[in-house]
């Protein structure tokens, strides 16, 4: 039997901290939820704002050509919330990772600084070295990390596949490591896991 029937016939949890899983045709997928409308609401308005401040420093220009000082001040007020915005974009946080069964790679996909762009890595299975989990001491949760190396002799990278786990969640945290090192053909007892 192999490890997509196993995850066929084994329910995956339908959530862990601030991701969303599901088995979707030869595929495990986890995505993280999007934010509250409010979060996702204030980097549109900041830029919405730097917008109108761009438009007020253009027409102080027009309006008194003679005196600097205002469209300077609004140009500058647009740059900070057009910056502001973009900032607040990026700590939305959004990611989602896909593990590929028939090809044996894991997709990450991370949002960009530009609003509606994603980067995309894709990492086959044997190049990954371990996955962790590890104590957030900002939050007191916890996070779910993958680690892979494409070259020996390259220091390993990290990226994050879950965050903002719960104590209450350490059943289904144990579950889906165990779950995600088989995938990996990792050994079950790796140093920082559950």
């Given at each position: 039997m192999s490890f997509a029937d196993a995850l066929e016939e084994n329910r995956i949890p339908p959530r862990l901290g601030d991701v969303?899983?599901?088995y979707d045709e030869g595929r495990m997928v986890g995505e993280s939820r999007p934010p509250t409308w409010p979060?996702?609401?204030?980097?549109?308005?900041?830029?919405?704002?730097?917008?109108?401040?761009?438009?007020?420093s253009v027409s102080s220009l027009l309006s008194t050509p003679s005196?600097?000082?205002?469209?300077?001040?609004?140009?500058?007020?647009?740059?900070?919330?057009?910056?502001?915005g973009l900032r607040l974009e990026g700590?939305?946080?959004?990611?989602?990772?896909?593990?590929?069964?028939?090809?044996?790679?894991?997709?990450?996909?991370?949002?960009?600084?530009?609003?509606?762009?994603?980067?995309?890595?894709?990492?086959?299975?044997?190049?990954?070295?371990?996955?962790?989990?590890?104590?957030?001491?900002?939050?007191g949760r916890r996070a779910l990390l993958v680690a892979w190396s494409s070259a020996p002799e390259q220091p390993p990278r990290q990226?994050?596949?879950?965050?903002?786990?719960?104590?209450?969640?350490?059943?289904?945290?144990?579950?889906?490591?165990?779950?995600?090192?088989?995938?990996f053909g990792l050994k079950a007892s790796v140093p920082g896991g559950p």
């Open positions: 969303s899983l599901r979060r996702r609401l204030l980097p549109e308005l900041c830029l919405l704002l730097g917008a109108l401040c761009g438009l007020a005196h600097l000082g205002a469209p300077i001040a609004w140009g500058l007020l647009a740059a900070a919330c057009v910056g502001l700590r939305l946080a959004r990611r989602r990772f896909v593990l590929h069964f028939r090809s044996e790679t894991l997709r990450l996909e991370h949002l960009t600084w530009a609003p509606g762009t994603t980067r995309t890595q894709v990492i086959p299975f044997d190049d990954v070295t371990s996955v962790e989990v590890v104590h957030r001491p900002s939050s990226a994050a596949l879950v965050e903002h786990i719960l104590p209450s969640e350490e059943e289904t945290l144990h579950r889906v490591s165990r779950m995600l090192r088989n995938a």
